[in-house]
């Protein structure tokens, strides 16, 4: 299909003339228009077109309704009933009373594009670039983020049903490309344990026989690859996707030995971040915050919380689940670089702020990072009572470290710690702390280590633990709570919580899309009263006050 532009319309006056009507009192859409005018031109989305083919529907109003879609929960098939039927939604896109709409299946073809044309960011950035016009969101003010775990659009399997359902999914896709092979070459036995899906079936509880069954799926699973390796005439069966998953699940979860296969134990498998959770969703993994565990991704949504602003989303990113937060940080900060929004200040939590973050926030984006620093939780910090890492003098010039009863340590030995944080490790003379009468508050070995960051990392994390201990500091940091609210306005208002689409990239598209909603939704508040509104309290606790 061929992109066309041509001039946006005015709203029809007699589509005008009924919707004010049926809506007095105006609604969301209608007022989308009359206050934010027109948001998309045709014209940006020319790259996602060709030159030549069947005209497409109008780009713009193709965007306005994938943001209007995801405002209210809305299908595909419930959108396109929503463009013929709701005067709203011809007044907002500027459509004739008649109009009849189109084929829900142009939405997905829609999204596509965008996803082909790595152009997901074209909707939110968009709709962001407005709201920086009108002076709603500005840069150099101070900033908040936070993340919510998402559950992916797949069953959370036990790793017997994981491997049976992703040998089955394999089977199905032989199926449809190489159904004449497939049909000589399956076992008979292989109808009644694959016909269907894995949940339909009664595994045996007893932990034995449930491991022989797996083994029995594994035996299958390296008879079907064994024949795809050693048969030149099916080599090109590799470059089905079904089959590489099928590789990389079984390279997880089984191992021959002397030529008999394996189920592996559970301290003999890749980290939970790495496991392939699902056969339809490759991408989504296991994740764990506390003592929630969940099979999916993490969004991570920063917006703007200044006093005299609306609080508008200015950044959305989306991350495998078992990636940490830390690793976010910079991602974050480039992104809101390129789009000249950098805050002077960043309130997050913890997980964001490592000492690397600290310095780099600074240095690189000229960003004052405000978080809690993570707790010493070695006995001696916990203890409250002991000698904790921070009652060692270090002498960074010497490269030495002096414990708090003047002696000097023996070693120095820069290191890598397990989270990718350079470090150093500084031990003690066993001579010395053997005699010292203060061992016991010390140490619990023959000798005294401690570990520090490098110098402007240790540097920047003694600084911020000492701000931390400042008034002045939890009360700016109070303010990064108010991100629990938007988290639950995206979860409960946008159902934001549950991804639509199997993928990393359409899950991220959907974020972006309800991000877009969540602050046209925040600007018409604002703007029909420019103020936050209180936090509400019950009946009973006002009493209190």
Partial sequence: MSLKPEPIHPVPQETARVAKAAFPKGS???RMRDELGILYQDEAFAALFPQNGQPALAPWR????????????????QAADAVRARLDWKYALSLELEDSGFDFSVLSEFRSRLL????????????????KQRGLVKAGGRQRTDATHILAKVRALHRVMCVGETFRATLNSLAVVAPTWLQSFAPEEWHIRYDHRMEEHRF??????????AQTIGADGYQLLNAIDTTPELHWLYQVPAVQT???????????????VHFRSDDNIPPPATMICSPYDTEATYGRKLTTWWVGYKVHLTESCDEDQPRLITHVETSPAGKGDVDVTPVIHQALKDKQLLPKEHL?????????????SQVDYGIDLIAPTRADNKWQGQAKQGFAASSFQIDWPAQQAICPTGHPSSSWTPAIDRRDNEVIKIKFSTKDCQACPCRSQCTRTDRRTITVRKEEHHMALEKARAREKTSEFWKVYDQRAGIE???????????????????FSKTHLQHLACATAMNIVRVLAWLEEPSVAKTRTSHFAALAA
Avoid: C
């Avoid at 099928?246 to 008999?260: C, K, S, Y």
């Fill in 28 to 30: 969301t859409f209608i």
């Fill in 62 to 77: 193709l965007a306005l309704i994938t943001i209007m879609q995801f405002a209210e929960e809305l299908s595909d098939r």
């Fill in 116 to 131: 082909a044309g790595n152009a997901e960011y074209l909707l939110f950035d968009t709709m962001l670039d407005h709201f």
């Fill in 204 to 213: 045996p509880r007893d932990t034995i026989k449930r491991i022989a069954a």
């Fill in 246 to 260: 099928l590789r990389r699940v079984w390279l997880q979860h089984f191992e021959l030995v002397d030529g008999h």
């Fill in 348 to 360: 997050t939590d913890t997980n964001y702020a490592e000492s690397k973050q600290f310095v780099a």
């Fill in 485 to 503: 609210a938007t988290m639950s306005q995206g979860v409960r208002a946008f159902d934001m919580r549950r991804s639509r689409y199997e993928g």
